[in-house]
């Protein structure tokens, strides 16, 4: 979602500002905008909607200098994307702000600020702040003070970055349920809502817990809970910075697509011994849980909510264990009924996702055996909450369209099916059976992306396509719902997902010759009866391209059907196998139709708002 960088620094720190927000982009943003103080401690502010580049643009007509300033990419939630609304915001000229998150209470606020005299410029929830924090500043002459005063009257979720011309050479930094870091460099210092917006310029960092406010200068960090100093443990952080350039790649997400085999070897490794999963893959208490753990409860979001779906038929098949799947969304505003020795399981990619966060903190005061959260960011909100974490490895993923984020995250659910299964009725031969599998997984998808030429020219059958229905079985249900997610969200191709059992309850309505049908057909024991479901779709002119590892079945082809060999494989690894034809499919008809694949419209890479 949106954006911060800012820094405090003894040099001009514009282009280190711009430089951060690009590397933010992957986020997901509709406008931007920087604001420093200069030499004569002047707010001076340069804003732009669109891209970075147009930021770029205008600072190239009003270039600023200042060595102390902020920057923010903002994605519209109160006010429609335009530069009047873009961040920073600011007060009477003394006051700039940037801020990530939502503000709940901006209305009544509001009202109360225009009685006190404020004009508002924008529509947004963040000029409230702002002009908050100068009210309280004038009956308060002090910058940490009034920010104190200001941030006890707001609820919601917020992170903030702060200047003042009252305090030069000060940042200070707000968090309260949104991410935010303090990243330390060499006689200067920074805050950003991801520590990728800060590399090469700083590699230890101070990651900001809930309520607090950190005073920041050139040579020194402060932060502040409760009024009181407290310390926060400085984490370094070794990343390769090549790891976000595109190198060979036209796009990020193709990039991301070809790591899959790398990032799910990465997965796997030191969590397998001889032909068992280790409990303590998924922390050192998870040796003591996992032999109490009766059912299963899986919360999630988006894609993470897919993963969660497929584990479903996993751990009651495997596990033998019940297993309930929900969005997180939906699972905040029930009342859940909490089964005795219940794990509660939630997935994320960025660790940060609003409901998802709000389901586990839920979650643990609900009676709960424990709770497990399977992430791919080490220091996030959600795997410091969690009692026990497993941790993906997928390695940064920028593309807004998860691809190894997604797989890693299966390749993780099955880990914890067998982990679960060791202490029900998995035996020890069906378990060494699955771990050979896993073993191949990373060269049945290096199989599987050599497929890509041909996919690249079944791509040219949606170039003209206005809708599409994917359709599988059984776990191969919710990878459906994936490829349709997929095309939908990077192409624009309106896509449903449907379990091709229920094509005759609606769906089949719908085809004809100019609505495409996509289907998993894995060689499984319901291989017969979704073939059965793609007849009735040929009978009536729709076009098929069917992916499967059993094409002898599948060769008494009609008009219109193309179907295209997998490798052959366990059928209980398909899910994770027949995810990559349909990211290479979206991708290719994205390019065709010339989206922006990488950053498609309206979305964003980490949803930190409900």
Not at 139 to 158: F, H, M, S
Not at 197 to 226: C, G, M, R, S
Request: hydrophobic share 45%.
């Amino acid at each position: 979602m949106c954006g911060i960088v800012g820094a405090v620094s003894e040099r001009n720190i514009e282009r280190i500002l711009i430089e951060g927000l690009r590397r933010l982009e992957y986020r997901g943003y509709d406008s931007a905008g920087v604001a420093v103080l200069n030499t004569q401690t002047q707010l001076q502010r340069v804003r732009a909607k669109g891209k970075v580049s147009e930021l770029e643009k205008a600072l190239l007509l009003t270039p600023l200098q200042g060595n102390t300033g902020i920057a923010h990419t903002r994605w519209a939630t109160h006010g429609a994307p335009a530069e009047h609304n873009a961040h920073p915001l600011m007060s009477a000229n003394e006051f700039a702000l940037v801020h990530n998150g939502i503000i709940e209470n901006f209305a009544a606020l509001r009202e109360k600020l225009i009685s006190l005299g404020y004009q508002f410029t924008s529509e947004t929830d963040t000029e409230v702040v702002v002009h908050l924090l100068h009210s309280h500043f004038k009956l308060t002459p002090d910058l940490l003070t009034a920010v104190k005063n200001a941030v006890a009257e707001l609820e919601g979720a917020y992170a903030l970055g702060i200047l003042s011309t009252h305090a030069p050479q000060r940042l200070i930094a707000v968090r309260q349920g949104s991410p935010l870091v303090i990243g330390k460099g060499l006689g200067e210092n920074f805050i950003a809502s991801d520590p990728l917006a800060l590399f090469p310029v700083a590699q230890q960092f101070y990651y900001l817990e809930d309520n607090d406010i950190a005073e920041i200068t050139a040579d020194h960090i402060k932060i502040y809970a409760d009024n009181t100093l407290v310390e926060r443990k400085l984490h370094t952080l070794e990343i390769n910075c090549d790891v976000v350039e595109r190198g060979e790649y036209r796009h990020y997400m193709s990039k991301e697509i070809y790591e899959q085999p790398q990032a799910i070897a990465a997965c796997l490794e030191g969590r397998l011994y001889k032909d068992t999963v280790l409990d303590t893959a998924f922390g050192l208490q998870a040796k003591a849980i996992f032999p109490n753990v009766r059912h299963v409860h899986l919360v999630a979001c988006g894609t993470s909510y897919h993963a969660a779906m497929v584990a479903r038929y996993w751990i009651e098949s495997i596990a033998k264990l019940p297993c309930t799947v929900e969005v997180a969304s939906e699972y905040r505003y029930r009342h859940p009924v909490v089964l005795p020795d219940t794990l509660f399981v939630c997935l994320s990619q960025s660790g940060e996702t609003a409901d998802t966060l709000a389901a586990l903190r839920l979650a643990k005061s609900t009676g709960y055996l424990s709770t497990l959260v399977i992430c791919n960011v080490p220091k996030s909100s959600l795997v410091r909450e969690a009692e026990i974490n497993f941790m993906t490895r997928a390695g940064i993923e920028i593309g807004v369209a998860s691809t190894k984020a997604f797989t890693t995250q299966l390749t993780a659910l099955f880990l914890l099916t067998i982990a679960l299964g060791q202490h029900n009725l998995l035996s020890a031969e069906h378990e060494a059976q699955l771990i050979k599998q896993l073993h191949e997984l990373p060269k049945l998808i290096n199989a599987t992306l050599a497929l890509n030429p041909l996919i690249a020219k079944l791509a040219t059958h949606f170039a003209d396509k206005k809708h599409s229905l994917f359709l599988g079985r059984g776990a191969l249900y919710p990878i459906a719902l994936e490829g349709a997610l997929k095309l939908k969200e990077i192409s624009y191709i309106h896509a449903e997902g449907y379990p091709a059992g229920e094509l005759k309850h609606g769906p089949l309505a719908l085809v004809d010759k100019d609505m495409p049908v996509i289907a998993v057909a894995p060689n499984d024991e319901l291989l017969e009866k979704i073939k059965s479901n793609l007849h009735e779709v040929s009978a009536r002119g729709g076009e098929l391209f069917i992916f499967s590892d059993n094409i002898s079945t599948l060769n008494e082809k009609a008009p219109g059907m193309h179907v295209i060999e997998m490798p052959a494989m366990d059928p209980a690894l398909a899910p994770i196998v027949y995810t990559i034809p349909l990211q290479l499919l979206a991708y290719h008809v994205a390019v065709l139709k010339g989206t922006d694949v990488d950053q498609p419209r309206n979305l964003a890479k980490s949803v930190t708002v409900e």
